[in-house]
Each structure stands twice: as structure tokens, then as C-alpha cells.
């Protein structure tokens, strides 16, 4: 049965004892723990060992990083080199110096290796050496000038390596937490604490996903249920052809009489594709919306549709617009009669009111939002100014309700 391998990354000549303690405290916990000073690496003798705890690296499922007063040994410029700065993730830039300089210890680039991968870090400092570290960042050209004293540090002319280094994993978009301790006591209960919850949300999540698959295969044949029993149901000549158009092009007739499509278009002997479609109402850009929401109704993911002057916001996703689309090819394939007939039927029935949200924009603003194709919902609805031309709910009959 697999177990979790976990490796522990820091120079060892000070933190020893930690170390230690930790491999203990970890093989209680039944995990693995992966340590150089602990026969924990295969050292390769066709390679360098850097490159060997590199290697053995990539197998391990998470990193411990423990920092204390010593930068460490120096990486081998050649190690360095094959750093991707892209998928570092180092956003203020911090680490350009020391990799163009190649002032890189081997702890870091353990660590470094361990991000390009994606592999979860847990980056635990002494509590001594974090304070030093504000006051380093508040004066950095002091400091870089040996003009300032680090008492916890062992060596002057490298401590600044050390508090980049900080600064950097500081400033990572994500797993930029640092935890302060001042005995293995403190990361050994932070790390239970941790381990903890993450089984929990794991366990969940998995719960989660199950439960949502047994939801849709459920709705999926009551769906499918339903539309036996209508196909079933109706009488004619046509009676099949109907039901079946209802059943499949429902949500798309929907969408088109939102979004300004007449009814004439749709009964045009050659209707065209989606794109003119879209286009013939004014349709400039297709948005995706994403982002959280205090809306009650909440998608995690919706579109706008960019006009001349507005923007109207669907309550679809992209998939769904592209369910829509397909539709659209379907339904302009058949006859022009077969269409007729198909919206009547819809017209005689109550559809689903589609909620719609237009809202007013100025030339600026529409020239922003025709370049992109992405926009986070907060950051759309800042540029919409709150100004709603028209909130409505299609009734299906052609008739518009103030909401």
C-alpha cells in the first residue's frame, strides 16, 4: 500500500536535531520521511549528489523546508542553470540576482525544484530568523552594504540570500505561508493540524464528487424517462418530429428570443451560422465571467454577451453556449417547414422565464471588453457602474416582465 513520502529540506550541520526529531515524528504519523542525512536518497553514482536529492525529490509527495541561522552549501552553477524561471512563480522578482549569479543553496534549490513541480511545501522559519528578516526588507541597502547586524545569522555576507529567499516564497501567488518556531514542538503540532484538515477536505471532496455523479447519472435518465414518455405521448403526423424539436431545441429558442434573435431569422430558408447569427443582432464579443459572487444565485462561471452601447449577462457557461451553438447547426439543418412546425409547438407551451441582466456601457468600456475573453465578475461589474439598462424573464410567449 503507497505511503506518503515526505521530504524534509534545510542545511543539516545546524538543524540536526530537528531533523531528527521530525523523521520521528513523521514515521509515527506512518508517513515516509525522505532525508539526505538519513539514507532517505539514492545517491546515483553516475550523478552529482544535488542532483540526486533533486531526483529523489520529484518522488516525494510534499516538502518540509526548515530554516535556521546558516544559508548552506552553495548549488552547482550547472544545477541552477536548469531552473525554469517560468514556473517558479516569482512575481516581485526577488530571486533574479541570485539566479543570474548563481547564489543559490542547495536547500533552495530543493525547494525550487519542488514548485516547478507543484509539489505542496511547508515552509517553516526560526522565530529569530523571521524577525531579522522584516528588519532586513526595512532596510535592504543597509543591509546589502553589511551596514546592519543579524545576530541569529552565522554568516553576514549570506544572510541576505537567506531573507530573499523568504521574501520570494512570501510573495508567491500561492503556498506563500511561513510558519514561525522555536521548537520542533510548534512544527510538529502545525503539521498535525495541517495533515488533519487536508485528509478531511480529501475525504469530502471525494465524497462530493461521487454524490454529484450519482445526482447526474440519476437526472440524466429521468431526462431521458421523460422524453420517452412525450415521444410516446403524441399524436399526428408529425407528432414525433415536434416533440422531438421541443425536447431538443427548447433551451436554444430560449436563448435566441433573449438575446434579440426575431423569429423571422430562425424561419429563413438558409439561416446562417452561429457566428452571423450572433453577429445580425450586434453581437461584438463573447466574454467568460469568472469569479465568486454574493449573488444568491451564484455560477462559478457565466458569459456576456458585448453589444453596441451594453452588455448583456447570460446565466450560462461557455460549455452551454457551446451546447447552444451546436444546437443552432442542428436546427438550421432541418427544413424550413420542420422548423415551423417546432416553433409553434414551443410557442404554445410555457418555457422555462431565462433571467437576463443588461447593463449600459460607454465607448470606452466596450472597446476594453471586445479585446478580451476573460473577465473576473467583480472586475466586470466595477466597469458596469451598476447601470442596468433592462433586468427582464422571457415568458416564452413573447411578453417581458419588469423583476
Known amino acids: 500500500m503507497p505511503q506518503l513520502r515526505v521530504f524534509v529540506s534545510s542545511t543539516a550541520y545546524d538543524l ?18 525522505v532525508l539526505s542525512d538519513f539514507s532517505g536518497v539514492l545517491y546515483d553514482p553516475s550523478l552529482h549528489t544535488q542532483q540526486s536529492c533533486v531526483q529523489e525529490l520529484a518522488t516525494c509527495d510534499m516538502v518540509i523546508l526548515i ?4 544559508w548552506g552549501s552553495v548549488a552547482r552553477p550547472e544545477f541552477v ?16 540576482e541570485m539566479l543570474t549569479q548563481k547564489r543559490v543553496s542547495v536547500t533552495q534549490l530543493e ?11 511547508f515552509v517553516f522559519v526560526d522565530d529569530s530568523v523571521l524577525a531579522e528578516a522584516r528588519l532586513y526588507e526595512a532596510n535592504r541597502e543597509l543591509a546589502d552594504n553589511l551596514e546592519l547586524a543579524f545576530p541569529s545569522m552565522q554568516d553576514a555576507e549570506t544572510a541576505g540570500y537567506v531573507f530573499r529567499f523568504l521574501a520570494y516564497v ?48 440519476a437526472i440524466s435518465e429521468q431526462l431521458e ?29 430560449a436563448l435566441l428570443e433573449e438575446v434579440g434573435v426575431s423569429r423571422e431569422v430562425l424561419l429563413t430558408e438558409s439561416p446562417p451560422n452561429w457566428q452571423d447569427l450572433l453577429s445580425s443582432v450586434g453581437v461584438k464579443n463573447e466574454l467568460r465571467v469568472q469569479g465568486a459572487s454574493t449573488d444568491s444565485n451564484f455560477r462559478p462561471e457565466e458569459v456576456a454577451l458585448v453589444f453596441d452601447e451594453s452588455v448583456l449577462l447570460l446565466r450560462t457557461s461557455i460549455a452551454g453556449l457551446n451546447r447552444r451553438r451546436d444546437e443552432w447547426e442542428s436546427f438550421r439543418a ?16 410555457t418555457i422555462r422565464p431565462i433571467r437576463e441582466r443588461r447593463y449600459s456601457i460607454d465607448g470606452d468600456v466596450q472597446e476594453l471588453l471586445e479585446m478580451v475573453s476573460v473577465v473576473p465578475r467583480d472586475q466586470l461589474l466595477r466597469l458596469l457602474n451598476g447601470s442596468t439598462v433592462e433586468g427582464s424573464e422571457s415568458s416564452g410567449d413573447g411578453s417581458r416582465t419588469t423583476l
Open 111 to 121: 525547494v525550487l525544484a519542488a514548485v516547478a513541480k507543484g509539489i505542496p511545501i
Open 67 to 70: 530554516v535556521g541561522g546558516r
Open 170 to 217: 512570501r510573495s508567491r501567488t500561492t503556498g506563500n505561508a511561513i510558519i514561525g518556531f522555536r521548537q520542533i514542538e510548534d512544527i510538529q503540532s502545525h503539521l498535525r493540524t495541517q495533515w488533519s484538515a487536508l485528509l478531511q477536505r480529501s475525504v469530502s471532496a471525494e465524497f462530493l464528487e461521487r454524490r454529484d455523479q450519482f445526482l447526474l447519472e
Open 16 to 33: 540536526g536535531l530537528v531533523r531528527g526529531q521530525l523523521r520521528s515524528f513523521i514515521n509515527q504519523l506512518g508517513h515516509v520521511p
Open 81 to 96: 542553470e536548469e531552473i525554469d524561471e517560468t514556473a517558479i512563480d516569482d512575481p516581485s522578482g526577488q530571486l533574479a
Open 334 to 349: 432541418i427544413s424550413q417547414d420542420e422548423r415551423q412546425l417546432i416553433l409553434e409547438a414551443l410557442t404554445s407551451r
Open 225 to 253: 424517462d421523460v422524453k420517452a414518455a412525450v415521444l410516446a405521448s403524441v399524436q399526428g403526423p408529425n407528432a414525433r418530429l415536434v416533440a422531438d424539436g421541443v425536447l431538443s431545441y427548447r433551451a436554444l429558442t
